[in-house]
């Protein structure tokens, strides 16, 4: 099974709509992160949680950490075509060092 | 330039050949991280380099994988005697420390 769970796997959405992406760890998280990836590109930084209760927000994209639940969300507020890609979640776990474990990733279509 | 770079973008190579893919990291960050992304086994953390100390092998998937990093900055990857379920995108990330990891455009290696 896998260590970090996403959902989910894809969406597609109106542009101008809200949507949310989860992201939950069955071990200890020490820091989550967030990535987004384009076809045939690498992985742009979005976004790293290490608290508790910790919220960031770059432009329209705002992600959550729960602490309790071991789980982060990715809320997009008024999507847009430029929004789409794939969102990527990649953790650091207690005591494993630095190396990141990524989810599946979430595939996000924007329809005009 | 700012970000971390690698080189060839594209790598095509018979099966039993042996190629090195290379990783030029953000100047002044002190960690360097090897992942591969294929389309089986998603985005896999392969090794990781931190200053001085001994490199994470812990995700390489068996010996015909190395990696060295020279004078704390450029780092190579080697896969020897390579096989098609090598096939994949070999991105390499570098971080300041333990900070925020950023990524390359990645190398797509295809085994024929």
């Known amino acids: 099974s896998q260590e970090l769970e996403q959902s989910p796997q894809s969406l597609i959405v109106q542009e101008g709509k809200n949507l949310t992406i989860n992201c939950t760890s069955s071990?200890?998280?020490?820091?989550l992160y967030w990535y987004k990836q384009k076809y045939g590109e690498g992985l742009i930084f979005l976004m790293m949680?290490?608290?508790?209760?910790e919220e960031k927000s770059h432009e329209k994209i705002t992600a959550k950490l729960d602490e309790k639940k071991q789980q982060s969300s990715l809320h997009i507020t008024a999507s847009q075509p430029s929004h789409a890609g794939i969102y990527l979640c990649?953790?650091?776990?207690?005591?494993?060092?630095?190396?990141?474990?990524f989810g599946t990733g979430t595939q996000l279509k924007v329809e005009l | 330039g700012a970000g971390v770079s690698q080189s060839p973008s594209n790598k095509v190579t018979e099966k039993g050949k042996d190629v090195e893919l290379r990783c030029d990291p953000i100047s002044g960050h002190t960690a360097l991280y090897w992942y591969r992304q294929s389309l089986g086994q998603g985005l896999e953390f392969l090794i990781y380099?931190?200053?001085?100390?001994?490199?994470?092998k812990s995700g390489l998937p068996s010996d015909r994988f190395s990696a060295e990093r020279t004078g704390g900055s450029v780092s190579t990857l080697t896969i020897q005697r390579t096989q098609q379920e090598d096939s994949a995108v070999y991105l390499c990330?570098?971080?300041?420390?333990?900070?925020?990891?950023?990524f390359g455009p990645g190398t797509r290696l295809t085994v024929l």
């Open positions: 380099f931190q200053g001085n100390s001994a490199p994470d």
């Open positions: 071990k200890t998280l020490y820091g």
């Open positions: 990330a570098s971080s300041y420390l333990t900070y925020e990891q950023f």
């Open positions: 949680l290490q608290k508790g209760g």
């Open positions: 990649g953790a650091e776990f207690t005591g494993g060092g630095n190396k990141l474990t």
